[in-house]
T-cell receptor, first 114, second 110 residues
Framework: KAGVTQTPRYLIKTRGQQVTLSCSPI?????VSWYQQTPGQGLQFLFEYFSETQRNKGNFPGRFSGRQFSNSRSEMNVSTLELGDSALYLC?????????????FGPGTRLTVL | QKEVEQNSGPLSVPEGAIASLNCTYS??????FFWYRQYSGKSPELIMFIYSNGDKEDGRFTAQLNKASQYVSLLIRDSQPSDSATYLCAVNMDTDKLIFGTGTRLQVFP
Protein backbone atom coordinates (compact mmCIF):
# COMPACT_ATOMS: atom_id res chain seq x y z
CA LYS A 1 0.00 0.00 0.00
CA ALA A 2 1.44 3.38 -0.97
CA GLY A 3 2.29 5.77 1.84
CA VAL A 4 1.31 9.37 2.36
CA THR A 5 2.55 11.60 -0.43
CA GLN A 6 3.11 15.31 -0.34
CA THR A 7 3.83 17.75 -3.14
CA PRO A 8 5.90 19.68 -3.72
CA ARG A 9 8.80 18.49 -1.63
CA TYR A 10 10.59 21.84 -1.67
CA LEU A 11 9.32 25.33 -2.20
CA ILE A 12 10.91 28.77 -2.12
CA LYS A 13 8.67 31.82 -1.89
CA THR A 14 9.04 35.46 -1.00
CA ARG A 15 7.28 37.41 1.70
CA GLY A 16 3.73 38.38 0.85
CA GLN A 17 3.17 35.53 -1.58
CA GLN A 18 0.81 32.66 -1.00
CA VAL A 19 1.43 28.94 -1.25
CA THR A 20 -0.63 25.78 -1.60
CA LEU A 21 0.63 22.40 -0.42
CA SER A 22 -0.94 19.09 -1.29
CA CYS A 23 -1.27 15.81 0.60
CA SER A 24 -2.58 12.45 -0.57
CA PRO A 25 -3.34 10.10 2.32
CA ILE A 26 -2.89 6.36 2.44
CA UNK A 27 -5.65 4.64 0.50
CA UNK A 28 -8.68 4.16 2.75
CA UNK A 29 -7.61 6.77 5.28
CA UNK A 30 -10.18 9.48 5.73
CA UNK A 31 -8.46 11.73 8.25
CA VAL A 32 -5.69 14.13 7.31
CA SER A 33 -3.84 16.28 9.81
CA TRP A 34 -1.34 19.02 9.08
CA TYR A 35 1.64 20.02 11.21
CA GLN A 36 4.31 22.66 11.07
CA GLN A 37 7.77 21.68 12.25
CA THR A 38 10.46 24.21 13.11
CA PRO A 39 13.69 23.74 15.08
CA GLY A 40 12.54 26.02 17.87
CA GLN A 41 8.90 24.98 18.27
CA GLY A 42 8.95 21.36 17.24
CA LEU A 43 5.82 19.85 15.71
CA GLN A 44 2.83 22.14 15.95
CA PHE A 45 -0.69 20.97 15.05
CA LEU A 46 -2.36 23.06 12.36
CA PHE A 47 -5.67 21.35 11.65
CA GLU A 48 -7.39 18.07 10.96
CA TYR A 49 -9.85 17.19 8.24
CA PHE A 50 -12.18 14.24 8.19
CA SER A 51 -14.79 13.59 5.52
CA GLU A 52 -14.18 17.01 3.98
CA THR A 53 -14.84 18.84 7.26
CA GLN A 54 -12.35 20.57 9.51
CA ARG A 55 -12.65 18.79 12.85
CA ASN A 56 -10.03 20.53 14.90
CA LYS A 57 -7.73 23.50 14.62
CA GLY A 58 -4.49 24.53 16.27
CA ASN A 59 -3.40 27.99 17.35
CA PHE A 60 -2.38 29.44 14.02
CA PRO A 61 -3.53 32.69 12.38
CA GLY A 62 -6.23 32.73 9.76
CA ARG A 63 -3.58 32.98 7.04
CA PHE A 64 -3.33 29.22 7.38
CA SER A 65 -6.25 27.37 5.88
CA GLY A 66 -6.99 24.02 4.40
CA ARG A 67 -9.54 21.84 2.75
CA GLN A 68 -10.21 18.23 1.98
CA PHE A 69 -11.70 16.75 -1.13
CA SER A 70 -14.10 13.85 -1.52
CA ASN A 71 -11.21 11.49 -2.32
CA SER A 72 -9.62 12.48 1.05
CA ARG A 73 -6.79 14.40 -0.59
CA SER A 74 -6.07 17.60 1.28
CA GLU A 75 -4.53 20.95 0.57
CA MET A 76 -3.32 23.63 2.88
CA ASN A 77 -2.87 27.24 1.91
CA VAL A 78 -0.78 29.94 3.52
CA SER A 79 -1.48 33.47 2.40
CA THR A 80 0.66 36.58 2.85
CA LEU A 81 3.75 34.58 3.69
CA GLU A 82 6.04 35.75 6.47
CA LEU A 83 9.67 34.84 7.13
CA GLY A 84 8.56 32.90 10.19
CA ASP A 85 6.49 30.56 8.02
CA SER A 86 9.68 28.87 6.84
CA ALA A 87 9.31 25.33 8.11
CA LEU A 88 8.76 21.71 7.26
CA TYR A 89 5.06 21.11 6.71
CA LEU A 90 3.98 17.57 7.41
CA CYS A 91 0.71 15.91 6.79
CA UNK A 92 -0.37 12.71 8.46
CA UNK A 93 -3.23 10.41 7.66
CA UNK A 94 -5.19 7.98 9.75
CA UNK A 95 -8.16 5.76 9.23
CA UNK A 96 -10.55 7.44 11.61
CA UNK A 97 -11.18 10.83 13.08
CA UNK A 98 -9.31 12.00 16.09
CA UNK A 99 -5.78 11.32 17.00
CA UNK A 100 -6.22 8.22 19.09
CA UNK A 101 -5.71 6.42 15.83
CA UNK A 102 -2.18 5.88 14.58
CA UNK A 103 -1.03 8.61 12.27
CA UNK A 104 1.27 8.02 9.35
CA PHE A 105 3.36 10.92 8.16
CA GLY A 106 4.24 11.97 4.67
CA PRO A 107 7.76 13.09 3.71
CA GLY A 108 6.89 16.75 4.19
CA THR A 109 7.18 19.94 2.18
CA ARG A 110 10.13 22.16 3.04
CA LEU A 111 9.00 25.77 2.63
CA THR A 112 11.54 28.58 2.61
CA VAL A 113 10.31 32.16 2.69
CA LEU A 114 12.82 34.79 1.59
CA GLN B 1 4.32 24.77 31.64
CA LYS B 2 4.54 23.10 28.27
CA GLU B 3 1.88 20.53 27.55
CA VAL B 4 4.37 17.81 26.63
CA GLU B 5 7.93 18.08 27.83
CA GLN B 6 11.02 16.17 26.82
CA ASN B 7 14.68 16.69 27.56
CA SER B 8 16.20 17.87 24.29
CA GLY B 9 19.42 15.96 24.85
CA PRO B 10 21.55 14.83 23.25
CA LEU B 11 21.41 11.60 25.17
CA SER B 12 24.57 9.67 24.42
CA VAL B 13 24.76 5.95 25.11
CA PRO B 14 27.27 3.30 24.05
CA GLU B 15 26.27 0.57 21.64
CA GLY B 16 24.57 -2.29 23.43
CA ALA B 17 23.38 -0.18 26.35
CA ILE B 18 19.83 0.69 27.36
CA ALA B 19 18.63 4.12 26.30
CA SER B 20 15.91 5.66 28.46
CA LEU B 21 13.83 8.48 27.07
CA ASN B 22 11.34 10.35 29.20
CA CYS B 23 8.31 12.51 28.60
CA THR B 24 5.93 14.32 30.95
CA TYR B 25 2.55 15.77 30.09
CA SER B 26 0.22 18.27 31.69
CA UNK B 27 -3.29 17.06 30.86
CA UNK B 28 -4.53 14.43 33.33
CA UNK B 29 -7.30 13.51 30.91
CA UNK B 30 -4.88 12.31 28.23
CA UNK B 31 -5.71 8.88 26.91
CA UNK B 32 -3.24 7.91 24.22
CA PHE B 33 0.51 8.16 24.07
CA PHE B 34 2.81 7.69 21.10
CA TRP B 35 6.50 7.49 20.44
CA TYR B 36 7.81 8.54 17.04
CA ARG B 37 11.33 8.35 15.71
CA GLN B 38 12.60 10.98 13.33
CA TYR B 39 15.87 10.71 11.47
CA SER B 40 17.50 13.92 10.35
CA GLY B 41 15.79 15.25 7.25
CA LYS B 42 13.05 12.63 7.39
CA SER B 43 9.48 12.59 8.63
CA PRO B 44 8.43 10.98 11.93
CA GLU B 45 7.67 7.29 11.97
CA LEU B 46 5.65 5.56 14.65
CA ILE B 47 7.52 3.24 17.00
CA MET B 48 4.91 2.44 19.61
CA PHE B 49 1.71 3.56 21.21
CA ILE B 50 0.40 2.86 24.70
CA TYR B 51 -2.97 3.45 26.26
CA SER B 52 -2.87 1.67 29.64
CA ASN B 53 -0.70 2.05 32.70
CA GLY B 54 2.26 -0.26 32.83
CA ASP B 55 4.71 -1.58 30.30
CA LYS B 56 4.29 -2.49 26.66
CA GLU B 57 7.05 -4.31 24.87
CA ASP B 58 7.77 -4.57 21.15
CA GLY B 59 11.08 -6.11 20.25
CA ARG B 60 13.89 -3.98 21.67
CA PHE B 61 11.45 -1.21 22.61
CA THR B 62 9.45 -0.90 25.82
CA ALA B 63 7.00 1.91 26.50
CA GLN B 64 6.12 2.65 30.10
CA LEU B 65 3.12 4.70 31.17
CA ASN B 66 2.32 6.10 34.60
CA LYS B 67 -0.83 8.19 34.43
CA ALA B 68 -0.77 9.08 38.13
CA SER B 69 2.65 10.70 37.71
CA GLN B 70 1.87 11.89 34.20
CA TYR B 71 4.90 10.50 32.49
CA VAL B 72 5.61 8.12 29.70
CA SER B 73 8.98 6.67 28.84
CA LEU B 74 10.62 4.66 26.09
CA LEU B 75 13.38 2.16 26.75
CA ILE B 76 15.56 0.94 23.92
CA ARG B 77 17.50 -2.19 24.77
CA ASP B 78 20.71 -3.21 23.03
CA SER B 79 20.99 0.24 21.45
CA GLN B 80 22.48 0.36 17.97
CA PRO B 81 24.09 3.24 16.07
CA SER B 82 21.10 3.03 13.71
CA ASP B 83 18.88 4.06 16.65
CA SER B 84 20.53 7.49 16.60
CA ALA B 85 17.66 9.86 15.87
CA THR B 86 15.29 12.28 17.53
CA TYR B 87 12.51 10.63 19.50
CA LEU B 88 9.22 12.47 19.72
CA CYS B 89 6.66 11.86 22.41
CA ALA B 90 3.07 12.64 21.41
CA VAL B 91 0.06 12.81 23.70
CA ASN B 92 -3.58 12.82 22.78
CA MET B 93 -5.00 15.52 25.00
CA ASP B 94 -8.51 15.58 26.33
CA THR B 95 -9.28 18.21 23.71
CA ASP B 96 -8.67 15.55 21.08
CA LYS B 97 -5.50 17.24 19.87
CA LEU B 98 -2.28 15.33 19.43
CA ILE B 99 0.45 17.36 21.07
CA PHE B 100 4.10 16.61 20.39
CA GLY B 101 7.07 17.23 22.59
CA THR B 102 10.09 18.91 21.03
CA GLY B 103 11.95 15.61 21.00
CA THR B 104 15.04 14.06 22.55
CA ARG B 105 18.08 13.54 20.36
CA LEU B 106 19.66 10.15 20.95
CA GLN B 107 23.23 9.37 19.94
CA VAL B 108 24.46 5.78 20.10
CA PHE B 109 28.22 5.55 19.73
CA PRO B 110 30.14 2.38 18.77
Amino acid sequence: KAGVTQTPRYLIKTRGQQVTLSCSPISGHRSVSWYQQTPGQGLQFLFEYFSETQRNKGNFPGRFSGRQFSNSRSEMNVSTLELGDSALYLCASSWKQGRTDTQYFGPGTRLTVL
Amino acid sequence: QKEVEQNSGPLSVPEGAIASLNCTYSDRGSQSFFWYRQYSGKSPELIMFIYSNGDKEDGRFTAQLNKASQYVSLLIRDSQPSDSATYLCAVNMDTDKLIFGTGTRLQVFP
